[in-house]
T-cell receptor, first 111, second 116 residues
Framework: KQEVTQIPAALSVPEGENLVLNCSFT??????LQWFRQDPGKGLTSLLL?????REQTSGRLNASLDKSSGRSTLYIAASQPGDSATYLC??????????FGAGTRLTVKP | EAGVTQFPSHSVIEKGQTVTLRCDPI?????LYWYRRVMGKEIKFLLH????????ESGMPNNRFLAERTGGTYSTLKVQPAELEDSGVYFC??????????????FGPGTRLTVL
């Protein structure tokens, strides 16, 4: 059974700091891995999707890496801003289509 | 292009009542998924439609939950009778059929269900 763990559960940093969010999964037979952002009371916004054959994806100040063999992914956020404050979710998709989510990391960026 | 929409955004009902949630996927997306997040837990898969057919309903918690997708367009998720532990946020997602990048799942804003 696939289990997804995100560390840390919460993180508070000053504005401008670079930070790394971690995601680990127990079954390396994944189809893809996706990072989402969720703002309070809002839906899920897709940030980056990494196919199983890829090692990283970049979008603006975000960079996500994937190491399937070790069951790990990281989301790197450069030069953090108060607007980055949200809950970040990692989800792995199996070949039968359903996605397994981590519990999320709640990020607070202080001005 | 409109994204995935869900209705209502918030529903408050009493234990024992019935509630129906609706999801309208992105036009042309044959895959439709339901997920939910109950308090303090991670988002969990409920079921997957391909057009009007249930492809995988392994995540449905019990027979009080009934999902339909008549005509292969919008989908409804009915909870009857609702229990306190059903409270949470119900998300819908849709995707095209096919390999990457077409099969990326796009999520709706969710319906927050509160059972009193």
């Amino acid at each position: 059974k696939q289990e997804v763990t995100q560390i840390p559960a919460a993180l508070s940093v000053p504005e401008g700091e670079n930070l790394v969010l971690n995601c680990s999964f127990t079954d390396s037979a994944i189809y893809n891995l996706q990072w989402f952002r969720q703002d309070p009371g809002k839906g899920l916004t897709s940030l980056l999707l990494i196919q199983s054959s890829q090692r990283e994806q970049t979008s603006g100040r975000l960079n996500a890496s994937l190491d399937k063999s070790s069951g790990r992914s990281t989301l790197y956020i450069a030069a953090s801003q108060p607007g980055d404050s949200a809950t970040y979710l990692c989800a792995v998709r199996r070949y039968n289509n359903d996605m397994r989510f981590g519990a999320g990391t709640r990020l607070t960026v202080k001005p | 292009e409109a994204g995935v929409t869900q209705f209502p955004s918030h529903s408050v009902i009493e234990k024992g009542q019935t509630v129906t949630l609706r999801c309208d996927p992105i036009s042309g997306h044959d895959n439709l998924y339901w997920y939910r997040r109950v308090m303090g837990k991670e988002i969990k898969f409920l079921l997957h439609f391909v057009k009007e057919s249930k492809q995988d309903e392994s995540g449905m918690p019990n027979n009080r939950f009934l999902a339909e997708r008549t005509g292969g367009t919008y989908s409804t998720l009915k909870v009857q009778p609702a229990e306190l532990e059903d409270s949470g946020v119900y998300f819908c997602a849709s995707s095209q059929v096919g390999g990457p990048p077409y099969n990326e799942q796009f999520f709706g804003p969710g319906t927050r269900l509160t059972v009193l």
